[in-house]
Structure formats: structure tokens, C-alpha cells
């Protein structure tokens, strides 16, 4: 039997929510990867997990790391929800700057219930993506990732449309809205440096060369038959 919704604090949601990204992009969440994203002292981390743990919600292992238990996850991904939802509100109706919109989400997402999200999910006309392109979890909890790889997996010559960027910290995001690199253009490898330098890619007409480290925070699905950049 499904549990009951959990009445969470806005800490936990965003433990959660963290934990879900973490172990979405490594697998697991370590302690000092925690204590890294939330920016607080080993101990505060150490002692809110133990109490997360004792409300089944992840499951620690010592010296591995989190993970989320089902139910866990369920309350990380309608957070996320939230997030992304208000993400697009701020960029489609308010005007906010694309690079903006995540800071500002981390806020509202606590604030928002459910019955509100759904609301503005059909006011925005039921997107599939935030700004960033990462997908919008359902009010049921489902979440549809469509295949993509790593900018940097790509080789010289071959071609992709800019899937996502998974990492909006706002540093991240304002360098690559100045090099004009978003979701839904496309790109071509030029070329690639040896020894891990730099990877030269072709972004509509222009030659841009990214490092390593950030190309491998943009993900790339195939170029459709006579796709063009922005087409969704």
C-alpha cells in the first residue's frame, strides 16, 4: 500500500532533492558531496541524515554514502517539480534571465503545493522541460529522460542537439548563455585537443572552444533528419 504524502520541512526537500541529483549524476551521495552542495558544516549533514534516515527516507551506508529509499525519492522528485515548474514560470511568463531562474527556484519550490504546481503547470501549457532542459517530473512522480551523452564524448566531426545542461549554478549558466550555448541548438565538434585541453565546437556559425569539465555538463541527443536549431 502507497504511504500517505509526508509533510516535510523545506530542509528536508532539499536533502532530498540534492541527493536525488547526486546520485543521479555519480551513482551515490557522499557526505562531503553534501556537504559541498549545501554549503554547511560536516555535522549538521551528518546528524540530518541520521534523523532522514530514522523517517525511511534514505538508507546510509557508512564510508559509501546515501541513497533514497522509494519513498525518499517520491518527495525529491515532486520537489524537483516545483523547481522546474517554477523555473519556467519566471523564464516564460516573468521575463526572468534564463541563467536567473535557478537560484530564484530554490526558494519558491518550498513554498509551492502541489495543487499550486499543477496549476501552473497548465497555465505554462504542460512543458516537458525546464529552461535548462532537464525533464519535468509528472504530478505522478514519473520522469521521461530521453538519451543523450556528454558533449565531450563526441568526436571531431560529428554532429548533436544541446539536450540539457545539468549543472545551474549560475556561473555555469551565464558563461554558456554568453557563448550562446542553450538547449535545442545545434552543435559540431571542430575539434579536440589532446591531453584533455579544450574541445573547439561550431555553435550556429561561430567556433567555441569549452574545457573539458564544462563540455561534460552538456548532454547531446541526435540531430533529427533535417532538424534545425530550436526546433523541440
Not at 69 to 93: C, P, V, W
Not at 116 to 122: G, M, N, Q, R
Not at 132 to 149: K, M
Request: overall charge neutral; some cysteine.
Amino acid at each position: 500500500m502507497a504511504d500517505s504524502p509526508v509533510k516535510v520541512t523545506s530542509t528536508t526537500e532539499e536533502y532530498l532533492e540534492i541527493i536525488y541529483r547526486l546520485e543521479e549524476k555519480s551513482g551515490v551521495a557522499t557526505t562531503s558531496d553534501l556537504v559541498k552542495s549545501l554549503k554547511v558544516a560536516p555535522g549538521t549533514v551528518t546528524n540530518t541524515i541520521a534523523r532522514l534516515e530514522k523517517e525511511s527516507l534514505l538508507i546510509h551506508k557508512p564510508y559509501r554514502g546515501v541513497k533514497l529509499t522509494e519513498k525518499g525519492r517520491r518527495i525529491a522528485l515532486r520537489t524537483i517539480r516545483k523547481h522546474r515548474l517554477s523555473e519556467r514560470l519566471l523564464t516564460d511568463l516573468l521575463d526572468v534571465e534564463w541563467e536567473k531562474v535557478h537560484e530564484a527556484a530554490c526558494k519558491l519550490e518550498h513554498s509551492i503545493s502541489d495543487e499550486i504546481a499543477k496549476k501552473i503547470e497548465k497555465a505554462l501549457g504542460h512543458p516537458k522541460t525546464c529552461p535548462h532542459g532537464n525533464p519535468i517530473p509528472t504530478e505522478c512522480g514519473g520522469i521521461i529522460e530521453e538519451e543523450s551523452r556528454p558533449l565531450s564524448d563526441l568526436k571531431m566531426g560529428e554532429r548533436g542537439v544541446i539536450a540539457k545542461i545539468t549543472d545551474e549554478r549560475m556561473e555555469i549558466l551565464q558563461y554558456l548563455s554568453s557563448l550562446n550555448v542553450r538547449p535545442n541548438k545545434i552543435v559540431e565538434i571542430i575539434e579536440k585537443a589532446p591531453l584533455g585541453g579544450p574541445i573547439t565546437i561550431r555553435i550556429e556559425g561561430k567556433d567555441r572552444a569549452l574545457s573539458q569539465e564544462v563540455a561534460s555538463l552538456i548532454k547531446i541527443r541526435a540531430v533529427k533528419e533535417n532538424q534545425t536549431s530550436e526546433e523541440h
